[in-house]
């Protein structure tokens, strides 16, 4: 089966919820991709810490994915965390649909 490869770049994230009450946050981004919603169908990436960012972070992170999946239908999903003592909280996140339109071409 042939796959896929996807690059995008993570350049920033705006107005994130602030846990930290005291001094900046540090944070970072995992990404990856799931097919129509239903399995994943990538690893995980993560960003470098955007180090005393605060809740507008700037990264600007190339990464790429491949897609074993011949499905036409995916969703990128990005979860921004602060990582903390003890835990990593969740401070954001986005969902983004979006369709492969070559995945019925046979010549590729």
């Not at 009450?21 to 799931?34: C, K, R």
Request: charged share 25%.
């Amino acid at each position: 089966m042939a796959s896929r490869r996807l690059e995008i770049v993570l350049h920033s994230a705006n107005d994130l919820y602030d846990v930290k009450h005291f001094g900046t946050m540090d944070p970072y981004a995992m990404l990856w991709v799931a097919e129509g919603g239903r399995g994943v169908v990538s690893e995980q990436c993560k960003t470098e810490v955007a180090k005393k960012a605060g809740s507008c972070p700037v990264w600007n992170y190339p990464m790429r994915f491949q897609l074993e999946s011949r499905k036409n239908s995916y969703i990128l999903f990005c979860e921004i965390k602060h990582g903390g003592k003890l835990f990593d909280r969740k401070i954001g996140e986005v969902q983004v649909p979006f369709t492969d339109l070559l995945a019925g071409d046979a010549s590729r």
